[in-house]
C-alpha cells in the first residue's frame, strides 16, 4: 500500500512536514557554535541571500493565504504560475534548500551536507505527494507540470 494513495496522504504529509522541520533543527544546532562565533563565509551570506529573495518574491507573487505548510491544496485556493512559479513548481522548497545549504555551509561538516540530502530527499517526497493532490483540484496542473520543473528552472 503507498504512502501517496489518497487516503494515506494527509498522515504521510505531516510525518514529511514533521522530519523537514526536524532536519531543519538539526542543520541549526549544527551550525550554532559558528554562528554564535560569527564565522560565517561569504558564501554562506550568498546562500541565504538568494534565499531571502527568492522566499519574497515567491511571497509577492503566492499570498499567505493561498498555500499552508502541509503538501495538500487549499481548499478555495488558486493555482500560482507567475513569478518564481513560472520557472519552478516549488520555488518555497528551494527557499528552504537555499536556507539549509547556507546552514550546512555554516558548518561545513559532512553530516551537515548528508543532513542536507536528506531534507532534499523529504522536499522531494513532499512536493510528489503534493503533486498528487494538486493535479486532482486543478485539471490545468498536468500540463503546467510538463512545462515547468520542480526546484530548479530547467534542471529539476
Known amino acids: 500500500m503507498s504512502l501517496f494513495a489518497p487516503h494515506r496522504r ?10 523537514q522541520f526536524g532536519l531543519l533543527a538539526g542543520l541549526g ?24 529573495g527568492l522566499g519574497g518574491w515567491t511571497l509577492l507573487h503566492n499570498r499567505l493565504g493561498n498555500f499552508n505548510v502541509h503538501p495538500q491544496p487549499k481548499a478555495g485556493g488558486v493555482l500560482v504560475t507567475s513569478g518564481p512559479y513560472r520557472w519552478v513548481r516549488h520555488p518555497m522548497y528551494s ?3 537555499l ?3 547556507a546552514l550546512a555551509c555554516v558548518s561545513a561538516q559532512g553530516l551537515a551536507w548528508g543532513v542536507w540530502l ?3 530527499g523529504v522536499l522531494l517526497a513532499k512536493a510528489m505527494v503534493e ?11 498536468a500540463a503546467y507540470c510538463r ?9 529539476f
Open 29 to 52: 544546532f549544527l551550525a550554532l557554535p559558528l554562528l554564535r562565533l560569527g564565522q560565517v563565509g561569504l558564501t554562506c551570506w550568498l546562500l541565504l541571500g538568494l534565499s531571502g
Open 131 to 141: 503533486e498528487q493532490g494538486l493535479r486532482e483540484h486543478y485539471p490545468q496542473y
Open 118 to 120: 536528506a531534507l532534499f
Open 99 to 101: 536556507a539549509a545549504a
Open 95 to 97: 527557499t528552504v534548500l
Open 10 to 19: 494527509s498522515r504521510t504529509g505531516y510525518g514529511l512536514v514533521l522530519l
Open 147 to 155: 512545462q515547468c520543473k520542480r526546484f530548479v528552472p530547467g534542471v
